[in-house]
């Protein structure tokens, strides 16, 4: 790991749950001069340049249904961060990045579904447009046009080393080689490049707080050392280095196999709640989730993986502790637990289906929401592209 790695994730497991106003400056006051000053003070410039605000961006692929991971370890907190930043009237962008999406074969004709169903979906749960600029990735061409800069820039050995390419394709840790055929079998550069198109995602907006989860610093870390690249060979510190905003990212597992993430490309539909899933599939999937012959509730997530995952989804969706359902519990059978599940899962996700019903029918609005917010987004990005491509003497 690098150093700007290793001081990333020293900074993370020392402080575990910082949030966006941890990294946000803050004015510093003075006390005042005990005697009057002997000269009068020089005026601020009315030519000097204002503070720029901070920008936040993070994104989400529109791939496949949103299910209760991704409700639970994004959707949720991208809600929480944006009345955070309304608050401290910090620029917040949420984009569907639907140029990653494609880093992998996609139906054309789904992924237009997906596209708007995914922004039905940001927008039954919370996120309000007012507050945040929503929009698709593809449409703000900045995004592949700095993507193709920051490309001539980035070591290729850099990129064998990121992990995404070989989880996706299921490469075994210990390849490392882009030599070895069976790690590159079937590899295309696109999702190669993956991690360079997250940067210029971030880079674009000279965004400056990211929300990750640990197991997303190693693509955060890139990002800054391209950053850091970019800078060096045009000799200025034009693009910030983004820090990031630590979020208390609720890992949801798999109702088959708690040893593996909820995913929307896990084959089998009943390892997952689906956020459109009607209450009797939701009853019919948690009466079906793999638990254990240990009598009563206990959260010990070593020894009894499954039932842990399933307390853990209960505190998360009622918004308790996970002490409180253990005692709550305790005494419960295996049945009835899950039957309180069912209910908790099915009364928080009622009122986002129904707005996901409305949103859905009502003609338009989505598509001018994001409209709109590609419109918003270009007239941050546009500028900063255009001085990224005069650094580079390309205009």
């Given at each position: 790991?690098?150093?700007?790695?290793?001081?990333?994730?020293?900074?993370?497991?020392?402080?575990?749950?910082?949030?966006?106003?941890?990294?946000?400056?803050?004015?510093?006051?003075?006390?005042?001069?005990?005697?009057?000053?002997?000269?009068?003070?020089?005026?601020?410039?009315?030519?000097?340049?204002?503070?720029?605000?901070?920008?936040?961006?993070?994104?989400?692929?529109?791939?496949?249904?949103?299910?209760?991971?991704?409700?639970?370890?994004?959707?949720?907190?991208?809600?929480?961060?944006?009345?955070?930043?309304?608050?401290?009237?910090?620029?917040?962008?949420?984009?569907?990045?639907?140029?990653?999406?494609?880093?992998?074969?996609?139906?054309?004709?789904?992924?237009?579904?997906?596209?708007?169903?995914?922004?039905?979906?940001?927008?039954?749960?919370?996120?309000?447009?007012?507050?945040?600029?929503?929009?698709?990735?593809?449409?703000?061409?900045?995004?592949?046009?700095?993507?193709?800069?920051?490309?001539?820039?980035t070591?290729?050995?850099?990129?064998?080393?990121?992990?995404?390419?070989?989880?996706?394709?299921?490469?075994?840790?210990?390849?490392?080689?882009?030599?070895?055929?069976?790690?590159?079998?079937?590899?295309?550069?696109?999702l190669?490049?993956?991690?360079?198109?997250?940067?210029a995602?971030?880079?674009?907006?000279?965004?400056?707080?990211?929300?990750?989860?640990?197991?997303?610093?190693?693509?955060?870390?890139?990002?800054?050392?391209?950053?850091?690249?970019?800078?060096?060979?045009?000799?200025?510190?034009?693009f910030?280095?983004?820090?990031?905003?630590?979020t208390?990212?609720?890992?949801?597992?798999?109702?088959?196999?708690?040893?593996?993430?909820?995913?929307?490309?896990?084959?089998?539909?009943q390892?997952?709640?689906?956020?459109?899933?009607?209450?009797?599939?939701?009853?019919?999937?948690?009466?079906?989730?793999?638990?254990?012959?240990?009598?009563?509730?206990?959260?010990?997530?070593?020894?009894?993986?499954?039932?842990?995952?399933?307390?853990?989804?209960?505190?998360?969706?009622?918004?308790?502790?996970?002490?409180?359902?253990?005692?709550?519990?305790?005494?419960?059978?295996?049945?009835?637990f899950k039957?309180?599940?069912?209910?908790v899962?099915?009364?928080?996700?009622?009122?986002?289906?129904?707005?996901?019903?409305?949103?859905?029918?009502?003609?338009?609005?989505?598509?001018?929401?994001?409209?709109?917010?590609?419109e918003?987004?270009?007239?941050?990005?546009?500028?900063?592209?255009?001085?990224?491509?005069?650094?580079?003497?390309?205009?």
């Amino acid at each position: 790991m690098n150093p700007t790695g290793r001081t990333l994730l020293a900074t993370i497991r020392a402080h575990p749950l910082r949030t966006c106003q941890s990294f946000g400056a803050r004015y510093l006051t003075t006390q005042p001069p005990t005697t009057k000053p002997t000269t009068t003070p020089k005026k601020p410039s009315s030519t000097s340049k204002p503070k720029e605000k901070p920008i936040i961006f993070s994104g989400i692929q529109p791939t496949g249904q949103p299910h209760l991971g991704n409700y639970l370890g994004a959707i949720s907190n991208w809600v929480n961060l944006q009345e955070q930043a309304h608050l401290n009237q910090e620029t917040l962008l949420f984009s569907i990045v639907d140029l990653h999406a494609i880093t992998m074969p996609q139906d054309p004709k789904k992924l237009r579904e997906e596209r708007r169903n995914m922004a039905i979906t940001l927008l039954a749960c919370g996120i309000d447009p007012k507050k945040v600029i929503l929009f698709e990735q593809s449409k703000v061409p900045g995004h592949s046009e700095l993507a193709w800069i920051l490309n001539c820039l980035t070591p290729v050995g850099w990129l064998a080393r990121m992990t995404q390419w070989k989880s996706k394709l299921g490469v075994t840790k210990g390849a490392q080689s882009l030599e070895d055929v069976s790690a590159t079998q079937g590899l295309q550069l696109g999702l190669f490049a993956y991690p360079v198109l997250m940067a210029a995602d971030i880079l674009l907006y000279r965004a400056t707080k990211i929300p990750v989860g640990e197991d997303q610093i190693q693509h955060l870390e890139l990002a800054r050392d391209i950053g850091t690249t970019f800078n060096k060979t045009v000799k200025e510190r034009y693009f910030p280095l983004p820090r990031p905003i630590i979020t208390e990212t609720k890992r949801v597992m798999s109702l088959r196999d708690p040893t593996t993430k909820m995913s929307k490309s896990d084959p089998s539909d009943q390892t997952r709640i689906n956020l459109i899933d009607s209450p009797s599939l939701i009853a019919s999937k948690i009466k079906r989730a793999v638990t254990d012959t240990t009598l009563g509730i206990s959260y010990n997530r070593t020894e009894r993986p499954a039932v842990a995952n399933l307390v853990d989804i209960y505190a998360a969706m009622k918004q308790v502790s996970i002490e409180e359902v253990v005692e709550e519990h305790r005494d419960s059978s295996m049945a009835v637990f899950k039957e309180a599940l069912t209910s908790v899962i099915v009364e928080k996700l009622g009122p986002i289906q129904e707005e996901m019903r409305r949103l859905d029918g009502e003609k338009g609005y989505v598509e001018r929401v994001l409209e709109e917010g590609a419109e918003r987004a270009g007239e941050i990005a546009r500028p900063n592209l255009l001085q990224a491509q005069k650094l580079m003497g390309l205009r």
